[in-house]
């Protein structure tokens, strides 16, 4: 029998029983459990800049909403002087809209606001149409994402009016990386690693077993 036959049976003998009866719906499960610490993950592999390196675009607001899906992307983008759109989110958070807080947040916007344009949408929504077609700046930097956005906001601003600021935002990504999330996501993972290595191990031994008893 040649190596390569020899090596495919080893690895099918290890590993084949984590697949079969199906067992096969663990791994979905584990997939669909990384999908919901998707933020979590982000916040782990993120790097949060200094003022000086992040990326700062000047432009004029649109609003992206149509079809968004609520949690992905907050439903405005800026348009750079290329025609290019821009996007980020708030994803290492348990919240991705980085305008979805508190009305108190905003009252200098909802007072220009019709109050039944406030009654018609979310309060992020009544901000996205504000914020549409206005002239601002977002600044952003890459957050090493897996599932969403592959930008973060780190600031958004129409003219005077700061929407999200520098230094709140920072404060909250490095709250997100140091969270309790971040110490189950570890412990999740060792276990799972822990408990498939002794696994692999067993397998390993039965298999040599086999062959020397022919």
């Known amino acids: 029998m040649s190596t390569t036959r020899k090596l495919a049976r080893f690895i099918a003998f290890v590993f084949s029983p984590l697949f079969v009866k199906g067992r096969w719906f663990?791994?979905?499960?584990?997939f669909l459990i990384s999908m919901?610490?998707?933020?979590?993950?982000?916040a782990m592999r993120m790097e949060i800049p200094s003022l000086e390196q992040v990326n700062r675009i000047?432009?004029?607001?649109?609003?992206?909403?149509?079809?968004?899906r609520k949690g992905i992307l907050f439903g405005i983008g800026i348009v750079d002087a290329f025609?290019?759109?821009h996007k980020c989110n708030c994803e290492p958070l348990a919240y991705s809209n980085c305008l979805g807080r508190k009305p108190s947040a905003h009252t200098e916007i909802l007072d220009q606001l019709d109050a039944e344009v406030i009654k018609k949408y979310t309060l992020q929504k009544a901000v996205v149409k504000w914020l549409d077609g206005r002239e601002g700046e977002i600044w952003m930097y890459p957050n090493r994402s897996i599932y969403g956005s592959k930008n973060s906001c780190?600031?958004?601003s129409s003219?005077?009016?700061?929407?999200?600021?520098?230094e709140q935002s920072?404060?909250?990504y490095a709250k997100a990386k140091s969270g309790i999330d971040t110490y189950l996501f570890w412990l999740i993972a060792l276990s799972g690693l822990f408990a498939i290595s002794i696994f692999v191990i067993i397998r390993i031994n039965t298999y040599l077993k086999k062959v020397k008893n022919g």
């Open 26 to 30: 663990i791994w979905v499960l584990l």
């Open 36 to 42: 919901m610490m998707g933020n979590t993950i982000t």
């Open 58 to 68: 000047a432009g004029k607001f649109v609003d992206t909403g149509k079809g968004y």
């Open 83 to 85: 025609g290019t759109t």
């Open 154 to 156: 780190y600031q958004i």
């Open 159 to 166: 003219n005077s009016h700061v929407l999200l600021s520098f």
């Open 170 to 172: 920072v404060q909250n």
